[in-house]
């Protein structure tokens, strides 16, 4: 049999973990997590990471499986997520992967293109200027170095804007240069399945979840990763607000508003991101579960 990959994209806060463990169940399979910010071991509840529970209910992968303190960058998970792929298909013909960031799928399913070896220092160079300048400084430098990147990545993304200025500054050229449309060959066939819903719906569900943290001890959870906030892994939607908090640069409230407009940001971003592939079957996130799995047991007989 072919070997299959059912990835589920969508919106944050839209239930892609209740449908992948639901899924993984009917399969008797295991998931993959392709959510770069549940990796981490210290950010549990401000990344939405499956509970106790869920896990219990389905074999996870690369779910709180490395420190805030690790460098752990896209083409570490490419390298990682093929080699476990190649180790679950041993024993199953289906595996699930989940997670809502879109370069993190595309690196599983696609492969990323081979970009040039980054000088060290200006990585730590550039994390300072982003700590001292602000982002906005480094946008107008990548926007000088290479204005086809600053107007197609995620560029109000720290980690994106870095990682694009870095390969400019190391290797001379611009980071589009070595950007190509060539997809790597898979030992296994991609079924995509995405969840969405109507905006107003969606941008609702994202101020519940919210409020659901803040009620389970988010500002606790920031607390204590306050010394650490120059960590790229925490200039992310819900740890950078609160930390303003905790710095007297903001009241409770406003910051509590800012983490579901900009929240509400990344959905927006994260459908213009996956709208993209054409060949994705698109759901209501109440699709009932059977209608589902009808359709994806379809696609695999086509294949």
């Known amino acids: 049999m072919t070997k299959i990959l059912i990835s589920i994209v969508g919106p944050t806060a839209i239930g892609k973990t209740a449908l992948s463990i639901k899924l993984a169940n009917f399969f008797n399979t295991e998931i993959i997590s392709a959510d770069s910010r549940q990796f981490y071991q210290e950010m549990q509840i401000g990344t939405a990471a499956p509970t106790p529970t869920e896990l219990a209910a389905a074999t996870h992968h690369f779910i709180k499986h490395i420190s805030v303190d690790n460098y752990y960058n896209v083409g570490d998970f490419e390298k990682d997520a093929i080699s476990l792929l190649q180790e679950l298909y041993k024993k199953h013909d289906v595996v699930i992967m989940v997670g809502g960031s879109g370069l993190y799928v595309n690196a599983v399913t696609k492969g990323l293109d081979e970009l040039p070896k980054v000088d060290h220092e200006i990585r730590e160079t550039l994390n300072d200027r982003l700590q001292k300048d602000g982002l906005e400084a480094l946008q107008f430098q990548l926007k000088e170095l290479d204005l086809k990147a600053y107007n197609t990545i995620a560029i109000d993304n720290p980690q994106r804007v870095i990682r694009a200025l870095e390969v400019c500054l190391s290797s001379g050229k611009p980071y589009t240069s070595f950007l190509t449309s060539e997809d790597k060959k898979r030992n296994f066939k991609t079924i995509t399945v995405g969840l969405t819903a109507d905006r107003p719906i969606i941008y609702d569900r994202i101020n519940r979840r919210v409020d659901l943290m803040m009620d389970d001890g988010l500002m606790e959870e920031v607390e204590g990763l306050l010394p650490k906030k120059s960590l790229n892994a925490l200039k992310t939607v819900g ?35 996956f709208k993209k592939n054409e060949e994705t079957i698109w759901f209501d996130y109440e699709t009932d579960i059977e209608l589902i799995i009808n359709t994806i047991n379809n696609k695999i007989n086509t294949l």
């Open 239 to 273: 740890y950078k607000e609160l930390f303003n908090v905790l710095e007297n640069q903001w009241d409770l409230e406003f910051a509590i508003q800012e983490i579901k407009k900009n929240s509400r940001r990344f959905a927006k971003r994260q459908l213009t991101w």
